[in-house]
């Protein structure tokens, strides 16, 4: 099945700064790589996400990178302000063999901006 | 547009009580279901999914099961709890399987 690393497995930054989280995956076939962003207590939600098509996308202060080769994407955050802070998880969403369909996650970051 | 819910939000239960957490979707037809669980505020640990009614399809064995008695409602089950059982419980849905996943309001579980 598919296996997805996740790193760092937290992050520290000061406001304003840069924070860059990387994942590496196994499986060649993956084709759907989205990223989502959960704070304290709460239910992850979907802050975006890139399909294997694609090497790039931005939304506002945050952006993901994809390098199909290496089978590895990156999630980039700019600008980091402390409502950033939260638990961000990578996942990847196979195309087929048996985990087809499947989403299977990252071990998350957590991420804190200090002011 | 879809919205998912879950209940109830949190519940403690003694060791070898039954369980049920049940979430429905309203706003669309014929969803894809799933069920996670979250230990320790960290990892998504898939539990089951179901692509129709009557269609359930476990990932991991252990003392838990699934159902989806309605199209847009999908139940988690236990009849005998274990401490290991504890955990954040998250309903999600999708419109196509393998395609982006919404996840409901989680259900927090604490066995005693």
């Known amino acids: 099945g598919e296996n997805v690393e996740q790193h760092p497995s937290t992050l520290s930054v000061q406001e304003g700064d840069s924070a860059v989280i990387k994942c590496t995956y196994s499986d060649s076939a993956s084709n759907y790589f989205p990223w989502y962003k959960q704070e304290l207590g709460k239910r992850p939600q979907l802050i975006i996400d890139?399909?294997?098509?694609?090497g790039e996308k931005k939304d506002q202060r945050i952006a993901v990178t994809l390098n199909k080769t290496a089978k590895h994407f990156s999630l980039h955050i700019t600008e980091t302000q402390p409502e950033d802070s939260a638990v961000y998880f990578c996942?990847?969403?196979?195309?087929?063999?048996?985990?087809?369909?499947?989403?299977?996650f990252g071990q998350g970051t957590i991420l804190t901006v200090h002011p | 547009s879809q919205t998912i819910h879950q209940w109830p939000a949190t519940l403690v239960q003694p060791v070898g009580s039954p369980l049920s957490l049940e979430c429905t979707v309203e706003g669309t037809s014929n969803p894809n279901l799933y069920w996670y669980r979250q230990a320790a505020g960290r990892g998504l640990q898939l539990l089951f999914y179901?692509?129709?009614?009557?269609?359930i399809s476990s990932e991991v064995p252990q003392n838990l099961s699934a159902s989806r008695p309605q199209d847009r409602q999908f139940i988690l089950s236990s009849k005998k709890l274990l401490l290991s059982d504890s955990g954040f419980y998250l309903c999600?849905?999708?419109?196509?399987?393998?395609?982006?996943?919404?996840f409901g309001e989680g259900s927090w579980l604490t066995v005693v």
């Open positions: 996942a990847v969403i196979n195309a087929g063999g048996t985990s087809y369909g499947k989403l299977t």
């Open positions: 179901s692509v129709g009614i009557g269609q």
């Open positions: 999600a849905w999708s419109v196509v399987f393998g395609n982006t996943i919404y």
């Open positions: 890139i399909r294997s098509n694609v």
